[in-house]
């Protein structure tokens, strides 16, 4: 049974860091792209960061233009995928989602994604 289960959520004041985690079991992931995906009350999910697992290293991620330059997607190993968010704001208060995508391709849409974790709320204070 494949699980995508996340952690690393919480309450941060404006300006500050947090580091979300996704952990997969079932299978191996190895040939998976793997993203994160946030949702907002009242808003459509939306497309946060996604990368792949290359040659035993990250590959370079795709980021939505609302973070670039302000989180960094990794993945320790074939399984996990980190996504490090600096300079946060009340605007990224969302539930965060991590998915797994089969196909490798760095999808925006969450439509193409096949498995996806139960989320991690993040409360960003002004």
């Known amino acids: 049974q494949v699980q995508l289960v996340e952690s690393g959520g919480g309450l941060v004041q404006a300006g500050g860091s947090l580091r979300l985690a996704c952990a997969a079991s079932?299978?191996?992931?190895?040939?998976?792209?793997m993203g994160w995906f946030r949702q907002a009350p009242g808003k459509e999910r939306e497309f946060v960061a996604a990368?792949?697992?290359?040659?035993?290293?990250?590959?370079?991620g795709d980021y939505a233009d609302s973070v670039k330059g302000r989180c960094t997607i990794s993945r320790d190993n074939a399984n996990t995928v980190s996504l490090q968010m600096h300079s946060l704001s009340p605007e990224d208060t969302a539930v965060y989602y991590c998915?797994?995508?089969?196909?490798?391709?760095?999808?925006?849409?969450?439509?193409?994604?096949?498995?996806w974790g139960q989320g991690t709320q993040v409360t960003v204070s002004s």
């Open positions: 990368t792949r697992w290359n040659r035993g290293s990250t590959y370079f």
């Open positions: 079932g299978r191996t992931f190895s040939r998976y792209s």
């Open positions: 998915a797994a995508d089969r196909t490798s391709f760095l999808d925006r849409d969450p439509g193409s994604y096949d498995y």
